[in-house]
């Protein structure tokens, strides 16, 4: 296993909250039908960032550039995220 360290411009930092944060109110929208607050969407977004990632490469879409295929992966990886946690806790009763 190589670890390879990540040091983040100013910039890149800024990009990956604001998909984080848009990815994860999409998927609580999409899954739970209200948001987790700004904090825990970013949370939820960065999160199913890493899993949409993952499942992109499993199933061979390694290679999605730019914003909106970022945002997309980052969105299916949150509302992945968003259904397995609602399955450990039992879900949102409202």
Do not use: E, Q
Not at 8 to 20: C, H, K, R, T, Y
Not at 28 to 48: D, E, H, M, P, Q
Request: aromatic share 12%; proline share 1%.
């Amino acid at each position: 296993m190589h670890i390879v360290g990540i040091i983040l411009a100013p910039g890149d930092l800024i990009s990956w909250l604001i998909v984080g944060l848009i990815a994860g109110f999409v998927a609580s929208a999409i899954v739970r039908g209200k948001g987790f607050g700004c904090i825990g969407n970013i949370i939820v977004g960065l999160i199913g960032s890493v899993i949409g990632g993952y499942l992109a490469s499993l199933f061979g879409f390694g290679g999605v550039y730019g914003f909106w295929g970022s945002l997309l992966v980052a969105v299916v990886g949150a509302v992945v995220f968003v259904w397995v946690l609602n399955l450990l806790t039992g879900g949102s009763k409202s």
